[in-house]
């Protein structure tokens, strides 16, 4: 994209034209979140990295013509560096692979087995109880964050609060939700 395109893209962006930014959006999610992937290697952690870089980069289009020197491309990228580095900085030494990362398809052989396809029920049965036992605004979390796949971000919009304050209310709840499924499972039902 040449430069006065790019600049032509942005204005139209800043004045709310939907489809610029879809074109935009389209245009660059994909650089942006296999950047990301080949960084992290965690799938939740690149789309939680991506939807940042996009948010800072919408934030700062209207500076963008003022600090231009490479290109429309190379300053994203120096935005998504940027949240990754920080990323790297509040996360170091913490494992972050989910399950299906860290073990791939070791656990698929498992799951075709009846009695191991009849236990996962009765685990699930005890979970989705549990699940109705904890307070109200943890359920919801719970539900959002886990079942929905949302971000802590988009959490943290739909519920007022700040990201801070919804990773204590994730903590408090996922704690609410373990003592609420080893009550059921020391008590058998």
Known sequence: MERREEIALIRKIISKDERAFRQFYELFFPKVYRYAYRKLQNREQAEDITSETFL?????LGNYESRMSGGLDIWIYSIERNCIRDWFRKNAGVEVLPLEEKWG????????????????REIEKTVDEALEEIPGQYR???????FKKK?????????????????VMQFRA???LKEKIKEKMESGK
Do not use: T
């Open 56 to 60: 800072k980069v919408l934030k700062s």
């Open 105 to 120: 398809d070791v656990l698929n052989p498992l799951i075709e087995d009846p009695y191991v396809l009849m236990e996962r």
């Open 140 to 146: 919801e979390l719970i539900e959002l964050r886990f």
């Open 174 to 176: 996922l704690n609410a």
């Open 151 to 167: 971000r802590i971000k988009e959490i943290a919009a739909m519920l007022g609060k700040n990201e801070g304050a919804v990773k």
